[in-house]
């Protein structure tokens, strides 16, 4: 069985049973594997909580952390539940409808140990398990993944301090839907005097829609949440 390093992967989910059956078995697969793992479900009802309440039941290497919301309040809200809990420095994220590649958090980690101590986060490379032409789009063009000039990670696929996160008060929980929150708190970190690098080697492969009106509807959530980080930091 793979050895364990100090890091807590954070995992929000929201009616999203089947898919999030397939990351947790994704991560039981990693090289090495996390010491900590925390899922928090926000208040689904799909059968995501029986599933969780199995998956507590299981022995495994690693420690599992399980909070199951009575109110839907948003992956931001998730994650910072998330954060409170944690009991490691290093706090990997990733999605619901994603899987982790088999070495995922040894890359994502590599560069955080023993680095300059503004370095607050490391970001991957994101790919798709589904060949169709809208899933292609989304890699070909990396729209889930840091751009050049890192202004931010996109919490689909990065690992953050604690300490920062904790510094700047986590995420904004005014950003109720997924969108935005990921460019917002690296926005504030960035203003702290915080840097971050990328790890192309550390994959996750994304479940990205094949729905035209899903595709739609996700670029009007960026494109709000978005708005609504650049705003956030021109009032700060």
């Not at 050895?3 to 090289?31: A, G, W």
Request: positive net charge.
């Amino acid at each position: 069985m793979s050895k364990t390093i100090p890091v807590s992967i954070i995992i929000p989910t929201y009616n999203r049973v089947q898919k999030l059956f397939k990351l947790l078995k994704s991560i039981n697969n990693l090289t090495p594997l996390p010491n900590e793992v925390i899922v928090i479900d926000d208040n689904s009802i799909d059968g995501t909580k029986e599933l969780l309440k199995k998956w507590k039941t299981v022995l495994c290497k690693y420690n599992k952390r399980l909070l199951l919301k009575e109110k839907n309040k948003g992956p931001a809200d998730s994650r910072n539940e998330g954060i409170k809990i944690s009991k490691n420095e290093l706090i990997a994220f990733t999605d619901d409808d994603a899987i982790v590649d088999k070495y995922w958090l040894m890359y994502i980690t590599s560069k955080l140990h023993s680095c300059h101590e503004m370095l607050a986060g490391v970001g991957g490379s994101v790919k798709s398990i589904n060949n169709d032409i809208l899933s292609q789009y989304y890699v070909e063009h990396r729209i889930l993944e840091a751009p050049k000039n890192l202004n931010y990670l996109p919490t689909v696929n990065c690992c953050l301090k604690k300490s920062a996160l904790l510094e700047i008060g986590g995420f904004k929980t005014s950003f109720s839907f997924a969108g935005g929150e990921d460019t917002d708190i690296c926005l504030r970190l960035r203003k702290k005097g915080y840097y971050f690098l990328k790890e192309r080697k550390a994959v996750v492969y994304h479940d990205f829609s094949s729905n035209f009106l899903d595709f739609c509807k996700m670029w009007i959530r960026y494109g709000k949440g978005t708005q609504m980080a650049i705003s956030n930091n021109q009032r700060m």
